[in-house]
């Protein structure tokens, strides 16, 4: 009994040590860039712990709100608001900040399709930590957040004229953005000087050679 204790406590021991020597050395020597995906069992560790969390704590309601024209308008107004920077217009998953971003921007029209209702609401209300997916619940009426559900759902099925409607909008804006850069380059075409603090250990002739 005595020997028994003595090598769970060993065990112990050790694996204290590994966590250690895990924490402060290993991990922080990984790729933890945006730009760079992680391995696979990163990936896969993480992917089980977020899916598991959502399906744990998400409500089973069904959206409340029925999807008529006037509530999928309202829906897309407050997509186009708070989400289209990362997502798209269309939910295609091209952000519009033209940045890298891991775990990579979810494709709305994807696989994000197969969360239920009550699973999408959770994930926008409360957002998931270390993604960029910011959470809306505390600031946010929850028709708000139906409404979006419902514009998301959309997503997935929209009308060729739909779709050509929203691509023109992507096009004008994208246009809009340009010339707005073009104008603050006219306006301010050089960049300004900037003026380099003084070595202290130099004396106050450094300052004008």
Same mark, same amino acid.
């Given at each position: 009994?005595?020997?028994?204790?003595?090598? @769970? #406590?060993?065990?112990?021991?050790?694996?204290?040590?590994?966590?250690?020597?895990? !924490?402060?050395?290993?991990?922080?020597?990984? +790729?933890?860039?945006?730009?760079?995906?992680?391995?696979?069992?990163?990936?896969?560790?993480?992917?089980?712990?977020?899916?598991?969390?959502? /399906?744990? +704590?998400?409500?089973?309601? /069904?959206?409340?709100?029925?999807?008529?024209?006037?509530?999928?308008?309202?829906?897309?107004?407050?997509?186009?608001?708070?989400?289209?920077?990362? %997502?798209?217009? $269309?939910?295609?998953?091209?952000?519009?900040?033209? #940045?890298?971003?891991?775990?990579?921007?979810?494709?709305? $029209?994807?696989?994000?399709?197969?969360?239920?209702?009550?699973? !999408?609401?959770? @994930?926008?209300?409360?957002? !998931?930590?270390? $993604?960029?997916?910011?959470?809306?619940?505390?600031? *946010?009426?929850?028709?708000?957040?139906?409404?979006?559900?419902?514009?998301? /759902?959309?997503? #997935?099925? !929209?009308?060729?004229?739909e779709k050509s409607a929203i691509e023109s909008v992507m096009h004008m804006? $994208?246009?809009?953005?340009? =010339? &707005?850069?073009? &104008?603050? *380059?006219?306006?301010?075409?050089?960049?300004?000087?900037?003026?380099?603090?003084?070595?202290? =250990?130099?004396?106050?002739?450094?300052? %004008? /050679?």
């Amino acid at each position: 009994m005595k020997k028994a204790s003595f090598n @769970i #406590a060993i065990l112990i021991v050790l694996a204290a040590i590994g966590g250690a020597i895990a !924490l402060f050395f290993v991990l922080p020597s990984m +790729n933890w860039s945006a730009t760079r995906g992680p391995g696979q069992i990163e990936s896969t560790l993480a992917g089980y712990i977020i899916s598991n969390w959502i /399906r744990r +704590n998400a409500g089973e309601q /069904r959206n409340p709100f029925r999807p008529t024209p006037e509530n999928l308008n309202a829906g897309q107004g407050d997509f186009d608001e708070h989400c289209s920077g990362c %997502h798209g217009l $269309t939910g295609n998953g091209e952000n519009r900040l033209e #940045a890298d971003f891991y775990p990579p921007v979810a494709k709305l $029209t994807g696989d994000t399709q197969k969360w239920s209702d009550g699973e !999408l609401y959770f @994930i926008i209300a409360n957002g !998931l930590r270390m $993604t960029g997916m910011p959470g809306f619940g505390k600031k *946010h009426d929850p028709k708000e957040i139906w409404g979006m559900i419902l514009w998301v /759902r959309h997503l #997935a099925q !929209l009308s060729p004229q739909e779709k050509s409607a929203i691509e023109s909008v992507m096009h004008m804006t $994208t246009e809009q953005h340009e =010339k &707005m850069m073009r &104008m603050m *380059h006219m306006s301010n075409p050089e960049p300004p000087k900037i003026r380099h603090p003084r070595n202290p =250990k130099q004396g106050p002739e450094a300052e %004008h /050679r």
